[in-house]
């Protein structure tokens, strides 16, 4: 008996998991002799496997490539259909916006918010992000919102309508503009007292 389930149950349910993992060519394998990403799965695995009402996660995708974080995503999402209550911690914002249905942002061991991640966003003040690749000057940019840059161009956090005019403006010039939602990431910066620029200066150079 495991967890008070069958040995075959037990059995049917690690399988699952190993299956919807991506570890099944790796089943064979000693654990201590799989890469460092595999061995995260694995112990990832373990853990959902248990179909506990209560799972902990750690960090669960730390190392993994895109492709196996997804996978985790979904055997997660699985889990909380079942019925199962997951805490998860993660430094990945975009998993945090992915998968939980409430988020507890912590800074200096404080909780700074508690709520979902579409109600921290709203606290932006902010609707839209406008991403220039050229074209624009900074001091231009800056008169419509929080502007810093990004991917060789420039980003601008600023109102729905700003982003409609700024939008028609990069079309007049012929200038390519991507327009998307404001992210987790710059509302969590936001919310802690820093601008993605000072977010960046703070990692050291390899």
């Given at each position: 008996?495991?967890?008070?389930a ?13 299956n ?29 496997a ?9 960090e ?20 909380v ?5 997951v805490?998860?911690?993660?430094h990945y ?16 061991g ?5 709520g ?16 220039f ?38 079309l ?33 150079l390899p």
């Amino acid at each position: 008996m495991v967890r008070g389930a069958s040995t075959e149950s037990a059995k049917s349910r690690a399988d699952e998991v190993v299956n919807a993992m991506g570890l099944r060519p790796h089943s064979e394998t000693p654990a201590m002799l799989l890469s460092g990403g595999l061995q995260q799965r694995t112990l990832v695995a373990m853990v959902l496997a248990t179909a506990a009402e209560f799972l902990f996660l750690d960090e669960p995708t730390l190392g993994m490539d895109p492709f196996a974080r997804r996978q985790v995503w979904e055997v997660v999402r699985q889990a909380v259909r079942r019925g199962s209550t997951v805490l998860l911690t993660t430094h990945y914002l975009d998993e945090a916006e992915q998968l939980t249905d409430e988020l507890a942002v912590i800074e200096g061991g404080k909780v700074l918010y508690k709520g979902t991640a579409e109600s921290l966003k709203s606290q932006v003040r902010r609707e839209v992000r406008l991403h220039f690749a050229a074209g624009f000057t900074r001091e231009e940019l800056g008169a419509f919102g929080e502007v810093y840059p990004e991917r060789g161009g420039l980003t601008l956090m600023t109102t729905r309508s700003h982003a409609e005019e700024l939008t028609r403006a990069a079309l007049e010039r012929k200038i390519a503009v991507n327009v998307g939602p404001v992210t987790l990431e710059e509302a969590f910066l936001t919310l802690v007292g820093r601008s993605i620029e000072e977010e960046e200066a703070e990692v050291p150079l390899p």
